[in-house]
């Protein structure tokens, strides 16, 4: 009898280790296969809402009743904040609103987060004890346990992806595996969404940048070539002074053409750091003056004061000239209907200053005038 139950127990211990095995076998199976289906999702440029799924699957693969992804942003009153980007409950009678919370609210785990290192807890009391300082935003949705890893974009924290349940429990090396590599995944992932939004947002720089400059130049050049057509075909239908009119139409607005072409060249050589400035002495006042009598008539109509003190700068005057006439032209385009210039030494400076009584830049604008 007593090796009755000896060879019982052995069994029944043997049959615990088998379903621990299997248990353990079934779950590396489940994680390995949910890491690989998060791979695809996160791939696909086809799919809605890949973050959501991937979420979704990792919530599944550690057996979580919630699973979260929070990015870092600075915010101007309360310093750097985690916004909530998706967040999933298993119960969604227990789900609660996420909120954006400062990192400042828990010192300990923000700490970690940008270090690049984890928080795993195994329990609430445990979370108590190693960021004693922590408020939890969520309320009656607190959570006992958590796995949370820091997602890194270019070297940097720049947000968490987490999974917890809401009874104590210990995350074993398989689930932090799983969550490192969820976390890796979607550093990647945002890296590119990143990049794919920035080159989105070239190309359409450029196609408003080519729009533009084919409408500036389209006005000028329409005028030289009709002018040009009508003097060389009906040359004596004009007389001496509409000639020398058609003729001066005809400089001002190649000129004009030339400047918007100086603009584009010194714009690449800018993007490529070959720009060369020379500096020589000049006239400020006369390249001013230059600049006027070269403006169109429709621009030059709204110049209505014009005071132009003899000044002597050191400069390049190529380049001055095109500041001189784009101050003049954005006054026209963006300002009033009243425009004035003055030129005037000052100590061992001169002042240009092109001003009209339009509304001016919005405060809220002023830091992005000089960015490309």
């Given at each position: 009898?007593?090796?009755?139950?000896?060879?019982?127990?052995?069994?029944?211990?043997?049959?615990?280790?088998?379903?621990?095995?299997?248990?353990?076998?079934?779950?590396a199976m489940r994680q390995q296969m949910a890491l690989t289906e998060g791979t695809q999702l996160l791939l696909s440029r086809d799919l809605e809402s890949p973050l959501n799924r991937t979420l979704n699957l990792v919530m599944s693969a550690l057996d979580g009743d919630a699973a979260y992804?929070?990015?870092?942003?600075?915010?101007?009153?309360?310093?750097?904040?985690?916004?909530?980007?998706?967040?999933?409950?298993?119960?969604?009678?227990?789900?609660?609103?996420?909120?954006?919370?400062?990192?400042?609210?828990?010192?300990?785990?923000?700490?970690?987060?940008?270090?690049?290192?984890?928080?795993?807890?195994?329990?609430?009391?445990?979370?108590?004890?190693?960021?004693?300082?922590?408020?939890?935003?969520?309320?009656?949705?607190?959570?006992?346990?958590?796995?949370?890893?820091?997602?890194?974009?270019?070297?940097?924290?720049?947000?968490?992806?987490?999974?917890?349940?809401?009874?104590?429990?210990?995350?074993?090396?398989?689930?932090?595996?799983?969550?490192?590599?969820?976390?890796?995944?979607l550093g990647a992932y945002l890296e590119r969404e990143q990049a794919m939004q920035e080159l989105a947002d070239l190309v359409e720089a450029k196609d408003r940048f080519i729009g533009s400059v084919s409408h500036e130049l389209r006005t000028p050049l329409a005028v030289v070539v009709g002018?040009?057509?009508?003097?060389?075909?009906?040359?004596?239908?004009?007389?001496?002074?509409?000639?020398?009119?058609?003729?001066?139409?005809?400089?001002?607005?190649?000129?004009?053409?030339?400047?918007?072409?100086?603009?584009?060249?010194?714009?690449?050589?800018?993007?490529?750091?070959?720009?060369?400035?020379?500096?020589?002495?000049?006239?400020?006042?006369?390249?001013?003056?230059?600049?006027?009598?070269?403006?169109?008539?429709?621009?030059?109509?709204?110049?209505?004061?014009?005071?132009?003190?003899?000044?002597?700068?050191?400069?390049?005057?190529?380049?001055?000239?095109?500041?001189?006439?784009?101050?003049?032209?954005?006054?026209?385009?963006?300002?009033?209907?009243?425009?004035?210039?003055?030129?005037?030494?000052?100590?061992?400076?001169?002042?240009?200053?092109?001003?009209?009584?339009?509304?001016?830049?919005?405060?809220?604008?002023?830091?992005?005038?000089?960015?490309?």
């Amino acid at each position: 009898k007593a090796e009755m139950i000896a060879n019982a127990w052995r069994r029944e211990r043997q049959t615990g280790a088998l379903v621990e095995i299997l248990q353990s076998r079934e779950l590396a199976m489940r994680q390995q296969m949910a890491l690989t289906e998060g791979t695809q999702l996160l791939l696909s440029r086809d799919l809605e809402s890949p973050l959501n799924r991937t979420l979704n699957l990792v919530m599944s693969a550690l057996d979580g009743d919630a699973a979260y992804i929070e990015l870092f942003e600075t915010d101007a009153e309360l310093s750097v904040v985690s916004r909530p980007i998706e967040h999933l409950y298993r119960d969604a009678s227990r789900a609660v609103d996420s909120v954006t919370w400062p990192l400042s609210w828990s010192p300990v785990a923000a700490e970690r987060y940008l270090a690049g290192l984890p928080n795993v807890l195994s329990s609430e009391a445990e979370e108590a004890d190693s960021d004693p300082d922590r408020i939890e935003p969520y309320g009656t949705a607190s959570l006992a346990a958590e796995c949370n890893y820091p997602i890194i974009s270019k070297g940097e924290a720049i947000g968490f992806v987490g999974v917890g349940t809401f009874e104590p429990r210990q995350w074993i090396e398989a689930d932090r595996s799983v969550m490192r590599s969820f976390s890796l995944m979607l550093g990647a992932y945002l890296e590119r969404e990143q990049a794919m939004q920035e080159l989105a947002d070239l190309v359409e720089a450029k196609d408003r940048f080519i729009g533009s400059v084919s409408h500036e130049l389209r006005t000028p050049l329409a005028v030289v070539v009709g002018l040009a057509a009508e003097l060389e075909d009906n040359a004596d239908a004009f007389s001496v002074e509409e000639r020398d009119e058609f003729l001066g139409m005809i400089r001002r607005q190649s000129t004009e053409v030339s400047d918007i072409i100086d603009d584009l060249l010194v714009s690449t050589r800018i993007s490529e750091t070959e720009l060369t400035v020379i500096s020589e002495p000049f006239r400020l006042d006369e390249l001013v003056a230059g600049v006027l009598r070269d403006l169109p008539l429709d621009i030059a109509a709204q110049v209505s004061t014009v005071q132009l003190t003899a000044t002597r700068v050191e400069a390049d005057p190529l380049r001055t000239r095109q500041i001189v006439r784009n101050l003049i032209t954005n006054a026209d385009r963006y300002g009033g209907d009243r425009i004035e210039i003055t030129v005037n030494p000052s100590e061992d400076r001169a002042v240009l200053a092109v001003a009209d009584n339009g509304p001016g830049v919005p405060k809220e604008r002023r830091e992005a005038i000089f960015e490309a």
